[in-house]
């Protein structure tokens, strides 16, 4: 059974706290993602890694950076937490290759509130 | 500019009828069309997928349908079930200039779908 696992379910940090986010998936899958989910805007992509210590930004990547160390381990990390972060983030992962598309994983989420 | 447009917000839809959620995009580069399932405080799950050279594919009560040349496509869910009640995100996968995808989506802002009993 494939699994994209997350550190934490629910966090609670202040503003001006460096924040961690953890993600992990044992599908040696080379590709990992980084979502945040707000109402009404989607899914928008933040952060995404085709390879180990390789590093793309998304459509928002400001005010955060990535990590990716190892091959099933990609973390997100919020430099300097702000209110505005405050979001549901997902992480997600898929298989690279010439497959014709390819179907992302994605964990529980992360609920982030910034106080 | 969004790509990928879900217009509609939210649709309500009585238990055992058709729910009918929407999906425009404006790039034809795009390769492959996803729909993802949300539950609240859980991931997206992958649902249905279609290939853009094909105009329909189905999945049980999941039916999936591309006009290419409008650049709309439409996912059916025929009986609806109070259990599908959540946010469905259309997504894009843009094909990439050596063939294959480039692993990246692009999500449409979501639908929440409710089916009352």
């Known amino acids: 059974d494939v699994k994209v696992t997350q550190s934490s379910r629910y966090l609670v940090k202040r503003t001006g706290e460096k924040v961690f986010l953890e993600c992990v998936q044992d599908?040696?899958?080379?590709?990992m993602f980084w979502y945040r989910q707000d109402p009404g805007l989607g899914l928008r992509l933040i952060y995404f890694?085709?390879?180990?210590?390789?590093?793309e930004k998304g459509d928002i990547p400001e005010g955060y950076s990535v990590s990716r160390e190892k091959k099933e381990r990609f973390s997100l990390i919020l430099e300097s937490a702000s209110t505005n972060q405050t979001s549901m983030y997902l992480c997600?992962?898929?298989?690279?290759?010439?497959?014709?598309?390819?179907?992302?994983?994605f964990g529980p989420g992360t609920r982030l509130t910034v106080l | 500019d969004q790509q990928v447009k879900q217009n509609s917000p939210s649709l309500s839809v009585q238990e055992g009828r058709i729910s009918i959620l929407n999906c425009d995009y404006t790039?034809?580069?795009?390769?492959?069309f996803l729909w993802y399932k949300k539950y609240p405080a859980e991931g997206p799950t992958f649902l249905i997928s279609?290939?853009?050279?094909?105009d329909k594919n189905e999945d049980g009560r999941f039916t999936v349908f591309l006009n290419k040349s409008a650049k709309h496509l439409s996912l059916h869910i025929v009986p609806s079930q109070p259990g599908d009640s959540a946010v469905y995100f259309c997504?894009?996968?843009?094909?990439?200039?050596?063939?294959?995808?480039?692993?990246?989506?692009?999500f449409g802002k979501g639908t929440k779908l409710s089916v009352k009993p």
């Open positions: 997504a894009a996968s843009p094909k990439s200039n050596y063939g294959g995808s480039q692993g990246n989506l692009i």
């Open positions: 790039n034809s580069m795009f390769d492959y």
């Open positions: 599908m040696d899958h080379e590709n």
């Open positions: 890694s085709y390879d180990v210590k390789m590093k």
């Open positions: 279609i290939s853009s050279i094909k």
């Open positions: 997600a992962s898929s298989s690279a290759g010439t497959a014709e598309y390819n179907e992302q994983f």
